[in-house]
């Protein structure tokens, strides 16, 4: 990511030229609109026969002067916008590769079961993102047909969220109301913020709003158990309300971040509910993609440059280990111990009697004469006795 770092640098400062440039020029420009317009008016006022010709003569030529400094100042500076553009092309093609198809396994998407999974899942982010109208133009184009038991859930998460983004709490509410019980499954505090939420917004409506804010506190009423602290802090502003709760002890009550904290936990809720996971997996694919392609490209410049071409034949394993942080753990992955190879579909685990895995290959290398010796104990069996196993 630093490459995408080093390029944004690069657009930043574009940006603040682009910026600076714009104003300066506005200045510049209504300076000197203010000075003809003055020296038009005195002529008007005076008129020529009046006014001596030397000071008028001298006046204009001053004026002339100013605007083609001006204009001169103005041309220097686009030209220094100009490199600064060039600049940020020519980091793009030093921090990024055109050509990534060396480390891209050929014919990838020829299948088209896999193109079908590929349409579906870009048509499912879009979902996500509430882009309702293009996920179905391409629903349509690719041919894939989705479901609407499929479409129905991300276009009820999608409304909340939108009413969440304008501070519309009752969407919200009502849809943790109804699935109340299965967000305390989760030992989920969604309902209890979003009561939480509304009151603070009755807090906002001032002293008029205090006799309608002591009525809703009783839904605080099954979260005292859990939340006793939260709820002695919310009914201990009313204290303020007269004064102002920005002016008082609980000023923190009224902090912007709220609302984007409860937009995280009602699509982190919602989507556990769902069974989906919180991020899109077309997003995660992409920002995994992200940090190991410039890994990939270094170890397969190293490998063409040592001529050890042999090292890395199949794209469909990595050469190396690629670390994405936790957040992109999802599966678990077993190594053979023996081949230090990573299992696949092909060469999944196998479990020995003994009780140690191996890959199949392994097992299949290690097999003499219908008999297996298990590499880490001296116990013999049968190969054929071995238990695949799934992670």
Not at 259 to 267: G, K, P, R
């Amino acid at each position: 990511m630093e490459q995408c770092a080093c390029v944004e640098r690069e657009l930043e400062k574009v940006l603040h030229r682009f910026v600076t440039y714009g104003h300066q020029s506005e200045e510049r420009l209504d300076d000197l609109l203010r000075n003809v317009c003055e020296l038009r008016s005195r002529l008007v006022a005076y008129g020529v026969q009046d006014a001596d010709l030397s000071v008028l003569h001298q006046t204009m030529a001053q004026c002339c002067k100013e605007i083609k400094e001006t204009v001169q100042m103005l041309a220097s500076r686009h030209k220094d916008i100009h490199g600064s553009v060039s600049k940020v092309g020519k980091a793009i093609d030093r921090n990024f590769d055109a050509e990534v198809s060396a480390v891209v396994a050929e014919n990838v998407w020829d299948s088209p079961e896999r193109q079908k999974y590929l349409s579906e899942t870009i048509v499912e982010h879009l979902y996500r993102q509430g882009m309702l109208s293009v996920a179905e133009d391409l629903s349509q184009e690719s041919g894939v047909v989705i479901d609407m038991s499929m479409k129905q859930p991300f276009l009820e998460l999608n409304r909340i969220l939108e009413a969440l983004r304008t501070q519309d709490l009752r969407p919200a509410l009502e849809w943790a109301v109804t699935n109340r019980q299965r967000l305390l499954d989760l030992n989920s505090t969604l309902e209890f913020k979003l009561h939480r939420l509304y009151f603070i917004s009755l807090l906002n409506g001032g002293i008029g709003k205090q006799q309608e804010a002591l009525q809703y506190a009783r839904h605080f009423q099954p979260f005292a158990s859990q939340h006793q602290r939260d709820i002695q802090i919310l009914m201990g502003s009313l204290v303020y309300l007269r004064h102002g709760i920005e002016n008082s002890p609980y000023r923190s009550l009224l902090e912007t971040d709220q609302w984007a904290e409860i937009c995280n936990i009602f699509t982190r809720d919602a989507c556990s509910l769902l069974g989906l996971s919180v991020e899109s997996p077309l997003s995660v694919s992409f920002a995994s993609g992200c940090m190991a392609l410039p890994v990939l490209m270094n170890i397969k410049q190293v490998i063409e440059q040592r001529q050890c071409s042999g090292v890395w034949t199949h794209k469909d394993e990595l050469p190396i280990e690629i670390e994405l942080g936790k957040k992109c753990w999802y599966h678990s992955v077993f190594a053979c111990p023996i081949l230090r190879q990573q299992t696949s579909e092909s060469n999944p685990p196998m479990k020995l009697i003994c009780g140690h895995v191996i890959s199949r290959d392994a097992l299949n290398k290690l097999t003499n004469a219908g008999k297996l010796k298990c590499p880490y104990c001296p116990m013999e069996q049968n190969p054929s006795d071995a238990k695949q196993i799934f992670f």
